[in-house]
T-cell receptor, first 115, second 110 residues
């Protein structure tokens, strides 16, 4: 069964750092690009970052570029998001999602970050 | 403010038909496929429509997607209480090289 499970969310202070993880199971992760999408309280979905299936290409939303880093560990079937220089407007539920031919076809339930 | 514009809310009685619009631009909706996602707070968002009009496996044919120019539309016929959720449109922007989501439309079944 395909499953994505986020962890690592916490309450942090302005300027601090945090690492989110997304454990991937039930599918061949090598075939998929992976994404982080967040939802701030009372707001809509916002794409944050993405990494290609082979890990070579990484893209970031302008709002997080230079502060957040996306990475993936194929040996651990895990996606990461390193959050640095956190600001109050980074407060959100962070979801991971996968994409191959079909964009964002499976999502995780999310992990909450409070700044 | 989202680049993709959706109405904040839509409501209708059970059995009725609703449509949700998603307005974008020439570099996103007009050029690329559109997807629609169903989200209930506290759960994982769920893909409903992809490639503008294809239903994900398991999604009933009460759900439909279409596009014309820079706007896309999600239709839900025979509305059911279980359809209550917030629906988001999503697509890629070819010029900005980013992924975009609409602001979301909360569907209420009266």
């Amino acid at each position: 069964q395909v499953h994505l499970a986020e962890s690592g969310g916490d309450v942090v202070r302005v300027g601090e750092s945090l690492r989110l993880s997304c454990t991937l199971s039930g599918f061949d992760v090598d075939d998929y690009a992976l994404f982080w999408v967040r939802q701030a309280p009372g707001k809509g979905l916002e794409w944050v970052a993405s990494v290609s299936y082979d890990g070579r290409d990484k893209d970031y939303a302008a709002s997080v570029k230079g502060r957040f880093t996306i990475s993936r560990d194929y040996s651990k079937n895990t996606l990461y998001l390193q959050l640095s220089s956190l600001r109050p407007d980074d407060t959100a539920m962070y979801h991971c999602a996968r994409t191959a031919d079909t964009p964002f076809d499976v999502w995780g339930q999310g992990t909450m970050v409070n700044v | 403010q989202s680049v993709l514009t959706q109405p904040p809310s839509v409501s209708a009685a059970p059995g009725q038909t609703i449509t949700i619009s998603c307005s974008g631009g020439s570099s996103n909706i007009e050029k690329n496929y559109v997807s629609w996602y169903q989200h209930v707070p506290g759960t994982a968002p769920k893909l409903v429509i992809y490639d503008t009009f294809r239903r994900r496996s398991g999604i009933p044919d009460r759900f439909s997607g279409s596009k014309s120019g820079t706007s896309a539309t999600l239709g839900i016929s025979g509305l059911q209480p279980g359809d209550e959720a917030t629906y988001y449109c999503g697509t890629r922007d070819s010029s900005l090289r980013v992924w975009l989501f609409g602001g979301g439309t909360k569907v209420t079944v009266l």
